[in-house]
């Protein structure tokens, strides 16, 4: 099985802060609006979660909100056994951590945390540079209290997970792929982050390397279509996950969205073109 744990649709301006909005209400003038979507893995493998929300960096009490979430399919934060992030974006990774009076606690203690080694370098320097109190407070207690594991370290992947490094969103953004046979799915992080955009060939400002985000979305949307994947989008709204029909010259990427968000085998195969 694979859930969708919606953490709340937010307004997001020019000034990068994420508040809290009525899922069908509009972004105010010059924001747009997103949606916050973890995953949950539950298998005879593991129990694992595919980002882990803003947590400390969010607007919510987005801890409680996981808890709740997790609750619903009879798992606990304890019992998460790996959590796989796709970049280190503070509404990805920042619920790894949960406050504890002036400092933090673990929010998954039993966890292993796979992640860049690479880009944890990246946000450790960039955090000291730029002075950054909160984040390198956050780093620093998550260097020193978790079980941080470096794709690098592990190209064979994690049980029915696999980790590639894509960048294009981020330096060393990864894509995360699940194959446990009857159900496949692939979690693109912010390269993909919405099904809106499928069908749109664009750059986009915030990526570090847009032209790269562009072709790698266009290759894994073709793997995905080919190899009957579900994709799971973290800011989707509408049914976060979804899978793809088939292709229409015309149109582009016929998709449907699992309005449950939940999957617990695969999509019907595309019809062949």
């Excluded at 969010?58 to 609750?71: K, Q, R, V």
């Excluded at 992640?115 to 109190?133: D, H, M």
């Excluded at 995360?176 to 919405?194: H, P, S, T």
């Amino acid at each position: 099985m694979i859930a969708s744990l919606y953490e709340g649709t937010f307004s997001v301006g020019a000034d990068r802060q994420f508040k809290p909005i009525n899922p069908d209400d509009k972004p105010p003038f010059g924001s747009f609006k997103v949606t916050i979507h973890p995953y949950l893995i539950a298998d005879d493998h593991m129990t694992a979660l595919i980002d882990a929300g803003p947590g400390t960096f969010g607007p919510l009490n987005h801890y409680a909100i996981m808890t709740e979430n997790l609750s619903r399919h009879g798992v606990t934060p304890d019992d998460i056994e790996y959590v796989f992030c796709s970049h280190l974006h503070t509404d990805h990774v920042g619920g790894l951590l949960k406050p504890h009076g002036h400092s933090f606690e673990l929010s998954f203690p039993n966890a292993r945390i796979q992640l860049s080694g690479r880009e944890w370098e990246q946000f450790k320097k960039k955090a000291n540079e730029n002075r950054k109190t909160d984040a390198i407070r956050w780093a620093t207690f998550l260097e020193n209290h978790a079980d941080l594991t470096f794709t690098e370290d592990h190209p064979d992947g994690t049980g029915p997970v696999y980790m590639e490094t894509i960048g294009g969103h981020t330096e060393f953004s990864q894509a995360i792929f699940y194959n446990n046979g009857g159900l496949k799915a692939m979690m693109l992080g912010d390269v993909l982050a919405r099904p809106e955009i499928i069908n749109r060939r664009f750059v986009a400002k915030f990526d570090f390397d847009a032209v790269q985000s562009r072709n790698k979305r266009a290759f894994f949307l073709e793997k995905a279509l080919r190899e009957n994947y579900y994709i799971l989008t973290f800011h989707g709204s509408n049914g976060a996950i979804i899978y793809l029909k088939g292709y229409d010259p015309k149109k582009g990427y016929l998709v449907e969205h699992i309005t449950s968000g939940v999957i617990r085998q695969g999509p019907p195969p595309a019809p062949e073109t």
